[in-house]
Protein backbone atom coordinates (compact mmCIF):
# COMPACT_ATOMS: atom_id res chain seq x y z
CA UNK A 1 0.00 0.00 0.00
CA UNK A 2 1.47 3.57 -0.89
CA UNK A 3 -0.49 6.97 -0.62
CA UNK A 4 1.53 9.61 -3.18
CA UNK A 5 1.58 13.43 -3.51
CA UNK A 6 2.25 15.41 -5.75
CA UNK A 7 5.40 17.02 -6.55
CA UNK A 8 5.47 20.38 -4.34
CA UNK A 9 6.59 22.38 -7.67
CA UNK A 10 3.44 22.04 -9.40
CA UNK A 11 1.47 23.11 -6.37
CA UNK A 12 3.76 26.11 -6.25
CA UNK A 13 3.05 26.36 -9.67
CA UNK A 14 -0.52 26.73 -9.37
CA UNK A 15 -0.47 29.16 -6.47
CA UNK A 16 1.41 31.12 -8.69
CA UNK A 17 -1.28 30.68 -11.48
CA UNK A 18 -3.91 31.23 -9.29
CA UNK A 19 -2.37 34.43 -7.32
CA UNK A 20 -1.66 35.88 -11.19
CA UNK A 21 -5.30 34.76 -12.06
CA UNK A 22 -6.84 36.56 -8.73
CA UNK A 23 -4.78 39.64 -9.03
CA UNK A 24 -5.97 40.14 -13.28
CA UNK A 25 -9.95 39.63 -12.44
CA UNK A 26 -10.00 41.08 -9.05
CA UNK A 27 -12.03 38.08 -7.13
CA UNK A 28 -12.42 37.12 -3.76
CA UNK A 29 -8.99 35.00 -2.93
CA UNK A 30 -10.81 32.17 -0.79
CA UNK A 31 -13.99 32.21 -3.27
CA UNK A 32 -11.98 31.73 -6.45
CA UNK A 33 -9.22 29.20 -4.57
CA UNK A 34 -11.91 26.64 -3.50
CA UNK A 35 -13.65 26.90 -6.97
CA UNK A 36 -10.46 25.72 -8.38
CA UNK A 37 -9.52 23.32 -5.85
CA UNK A 38 -12.81 21.14 -5.24
CA UNK A 39 -12.65 17.75 -6.18
CA UNK A 40 -14.74 17.18 -9.10
CA UNK A 41 -13.18 13.52 -10.26
CA UNK A 42 -12.20 10.33 -8.81
CA UNK A 43 -10.30 8.00 -10.82
CA UNK A 44 -9.85 4.36 -9.58
CA UNK A 45 -8.12 1.67 -11.91
CA UNK A 46 -8.02 -2.05 -10.31
CA UNK A 47 -8.23 -5.42 -11.47
CA UNK A 48 -11.38 -5.61 -9.13
CA UNK A 49 -14.91 -7.21 -9.65
CA UNK A 50 -17.01 -4.31 -11.24
CA UNK A 51 -19.58 -4.81 -8.23
CA UNK A 52 -16.71 -4.43 -5.56
CA UNK A 53 -15.46 -0.98 -8.10
CA UNK A 54 -18.63 0.23 -7.86
CA UNK A 55 -19.45 -0.17 -4.16
CA UNK A 56 -15.71 1.79 -3.47
CA UNK A 57 -16.57 4.52 -5.89
CA UNK A 58 -19.39 5.08 -3.21
CA UNK A 59 -17.60 4.96 -0.41
CA UNK A 60 -15.57 7.50 -1.76
CA UNK A 61 -18.53 9.98 -2.56
CA UNK A 62 -17.92 12.13 0.53
CA UNK A 63 -14.67 13.69 -1.40
CA UNK A 64 -16.57 14.96 -3.98
CA UNK A 65 -17.14 19.69 -3.82
CA UNK A 66 -13.96 19.01 -0.65
CA UNK A 67 -11.11 21.54 -1.33
CA UNK A 68 -8.39 19.29 -2.44
CA UNK A 69 -5.96 20.52 0.04
CA UNK A 70 -7.96 19.70 3.03
CA UNK A 71 -8.29 15.58 2.69
CA UNK A 72 -6.26 13.79 4.10
CA UNK A 73 -4.55 10.44 2.14
CA UNK A 74 -5.39 8.60 5.58
CA UNK A 75 -8.77 9.25 5.66
CA UNK A 76 -8.87 7.23 2.19
CA UNK A 77 -7.00 4.43 3.18
CA UNK A 78 -9.62 4.08 5.87
CA UNK A 79 -12.14 3.45 3.36
CA UNK A 80 -9.78 1.53 1.31
CA UNK A 81 -8.68 -0.93 4.03
CA UNK A 82 -12.38 -1.66 4.73
CA UNK A 83 -12.51 -4.08 1.48
CA UNK A 84 -10.98 -7.22 2.11
CA UNK A 85 -10.42 -8.24 -1.70
CA UNK A 86 -7.70 -5.33 -2.26
CA UNK A 87 -4.36 -6.36 -1.38
CA UNK A 88 -2.69 -3.12 -2.48
CA UNK A 89 -3.04 0.36 -3.82
CA UNK A 90 -1.78 3.55 -4.30
CA UNK A 91 -3.64 7.39 -3.85
CA UNK A 92 -2.64 10.35 -5.87
CA UNK A 93 -3.72 14.03 -5.93
CA UNK A 94 -3.84 15.47 -8.89
CA UNK A 95 -4.07 18.87 -8.94
CA UNK A 96 -6.31 20.87 -9.11
CA UNK A 97 -9.28 18.91 -8.24
CA UNK A 98 -9.11 15.02 -9.33
CA UNK A 99 -7.58 11.88 -6.93
CA UNK A 100 -6.17 9.24 -8.90
CA UNK A 101 -6.31 5.15 -6.94
CA UNK A 102 -5.08 2.43 -8.13
CA UNK A 103 -5.95 -0.71 -6.42
CA UNK A 104 -4.78 -3.92 -6.61
CA UNK A 105 -6.68 -7.50 -5.45
CA UNK A 106 -5.20 -9.78 -3.63
CA UNK A 107 -4.06 -12.86 -4.36
CA UNK A 108 -6.99 -15.32 -3.12
CA UNK A 109 -4.91 -18.70 -1.25
CA UNK A 110 -7.56 -20.89 -0.30
CA UNK A 111 -11.24 -21.01 0.88
CA UNK A 112 -13.20 -22.34 3.83
CA UNK A 113 -16.96 -22.49 4.86
CA UNK A 114 -17.86 -20.19 8.20
CA UNK A 115 -21.43 -20.78 8.93
CA UNK A 116 -21.70 -22.96 5.97
CA UNK A 117 -20.72 -19.49 4.06
CA UNK A 118 -18.12 -19.80 1.50
CA UNK A 119 -15.69 -17.71 2.81
CA UNK A 120 -11.87 -17.02 1.03
CA UNK A 121 -8.70 -16.33 2.28
CA UNK A 122 -6.29 -13.88 0.97
CA UNK A 123 -2.81 -13.36 0.44
CA UNK A 124 -2.86 -10.10 2.83
CA UNK A 125 -4.16 -12.52 5.84
CA UNK A 126 -7.98 -10.70 5.68
CA UNK A 127 -11.13 -13.09 5.04
CA UNK A 128 -13.01 -12.19 1.80
CA UNK A 129 -16.82 -13.21 1.69
CA UNK A 130 -20.01 -11.93 -0.79
CA UNK A 131 -18.19 -12.22 -3.84
CA UNK A 132 -18.09 -15.29 -6.26
CA UNK A 133 -14.98 -16.62 -8.05
CA UNK A 134 -15.19 -19.51 -10.72
CA UNK A 135 -12.48 -21.02 -12.64
CA UNK A 136 -9.76 -20.63 -9.47
CA UNK A 137 -8.03 -23.61 -8.11
CA UNK A 138 -7.56 -23.34 -5.00
CA UNK A 139 -7.26 -25.61 -1.55
CA UNK A 140 -9.74 -26.03 1.26
CA UNK A 141 -9.47 -25.34 4.37
CA UNK A 142 -11.13 -27.46 7.11
CA UNK A 143 -11.37 -27.05 10.55
CA UNK A 144 -11.45 -23.64 12.72
CA UNK A 145 -9.02 -21.41 10.32
CA UNK A 146 -6.17 -19.16 12.21
CA UNK A 147 -5.15 -16.94 9.50
CA UNK A 148 -1.45 -15.95 10.94
CA UNK A 149 -1.23 -20.28 11.30
CA UNK A 150 -2.06 -20.98 7.93
CA UNK A 151 0.49 -18.17 6.11
CA UNK A 152 2.97 -19.14 8.09
CA UNK A 153 2.72 -22.59 7.01
CA UNK A 154 1.98 -21.48 3.21
CA UNK A 155 5.22 -19.89 3.77
CA UNK A 156 7.44 -22.44 5.36
CA UNK A 157 6.16 -24.94 2.46
CA UNK A 158 6.99 -21.96 -0.39
CA UNK A 159 10.57 -21.85 1.50
CA UNK A 160 11.39 -25.44 1.42
CA UNK A 161 10.50 -25.72 -2.25
CA UNK A 162 6.93 -27.46 -1.86
CA UNK A 163 4.75 -26.56 -4.81
CA UNK A 164 1.91 -25.02 -2.98
CA UNK A 165 -0.89 -25.26 -6.24
CA UNK A 166 -0.06 -29.21 -5.47
CA UNK A 167 -2.83 -29.51 -2.29
CA UNK A 168 -5.74 -30.04 -2.56
CA UNK A 169 -7.17 -29.64 1.31
CA UNK A 170 -5.83 -28.76 4.38
CA UNK A 171 -7.17 -30.19 7.37
CA UNK A 172 -6.89 -28.02 10.41
CA UNK A 173 -6.71 -28.95 13.78
CA UNK A 174 -7.36 -27.10 17.19
CA UNK A 175 -3.95 -28.36 18.40
CA UNK A 176 -2.72 -26.06 16.09
CA UNK A 177 -1.10 -29.31 13.82
CA UNK A 178 -2.15 -29.77 10.07
CA UNK A 179 -2.49 -32.47 7.58
CA UNK A 180 -2.29 -31.63 4.17
CA UNK A 181 -4.03 -33.14 1.04
CA UNK A 182 -2.07 -33.70 -2.25
CA UNK A 183 -4.10 -33.68 -5.13
CA UNK A 184 -2.84 -36.97 -5.71
CA UNK A 185 -4.23 -38.31 -2.86
CA UNK A 186 -1.28 -38.58 -0.66
CA UNK A 187 -2.07 -37.34 2.99
CA UNK A 188 0.76 -35.51 5.58
CA UNK A 189 0.04 -35.62 8.85
CA UNK A 190 2.52 -33.02 10.20
CA UNK A 191 3.67 -32.69 13.74
CA UNK A 192 2.70 -30.03 16.33
CA UNK A 193 6.27 -29.17 17.00
CA UNK A 194 9.36 -29.12 14.72
CA UNK A 195 8.18 -28.49 11.73
CA UNK A 196 10.78 -26.90 10.10
CA UNK A 197 12.50 -30.12 10.49
CA UNK A 198 9.46 -32.74 9.33
CA UNK A 199 9.31 -30.65 6.41
CA UNK A 200 12.52 -31.27 5.18
CA UNK A 201 12.53 -35.02 5.88
CA UNK A 202 8.87 -34.91 3.89
CA UNK A 203 11.11 -32.76 1.15
CA UNK A 204 13.57 -35.79 1.39
CA UNK A 205 10.90 -38.46 0.88
CA UNK A 206 9.59 -36.77 -2.20
CA UNK A 207 12.41 -36.91 -3.66
CA UNK A 208 14.22 -40.04 -2.79
CA UNK A 209 11.24 -42.45 -2.65
CA UNK A 210 8.74 -43.45 -5.24
CA UNK A 211 5.79 -42.14 -3.79
CA UNK A 212 3.24 -43.42 -6.95
CA UNK A 213 2.14 -46.19 -3.85
CA UNK A 214 2.15 -44.25 -1.05
CA UNK A 215 -1.35 -43.37 0.74
CA UNK A 216 -0.11 -41.78 3.51
CA UNK A 217 3.11 -40.13 5.21
CA UNK A 218 3.08 -39.28 9.04
CA UNK A 219 5.68 -37.53 10.74
CA UNK A 220 3.60 -36.86 13.86
CA UNK A 221 6.42 -39.00 16.19
CA UNK A 222 9.36 -37.33 16.54
CA UNK A 223 12.05 -39.41 14.65
CA UNK A 224 10.25 -41.59 12.93
CA UNK A 225 8.48 -41.61 9.37
CA UNK A 226 5.70 -43.79 9.08
CA UNK A 227 4.51 -44.57 5.56
CA UNK A 228 1.38 -46.19 4.90
CA UNK A 229 0.99 -48.00 1.14
CA UNK A 230 -2.18 -48.02 -1.13
CA UNK A 231 -3.82 -51.70 -1.18
Known sequence: ??????????????????????????????????????????????????ITNDRIYKSLDYFYDLNIFSINPDEISNILNKFNIIGEYKVKKKYPSEILIELKETNILAYFFNNNERTYLGENGKEIKNIELTDIDIPLIIGKVNTSNFLELRKKLIDKGFEFDNFKKFYAFKSNRWDLLYKNKILIKLPIDDLENSLNKLKDIIEQTNIKNI?????????????????
Request: a positive charge; hydrophobic letters at 50%.
Open 1 to 50: MMLQLIDKKKIYLYLILLTILISIHNVNFIETFNKIFIVDKINIKSNINK
Open 215 to 231: KIIDLRVKNKIILSWAN
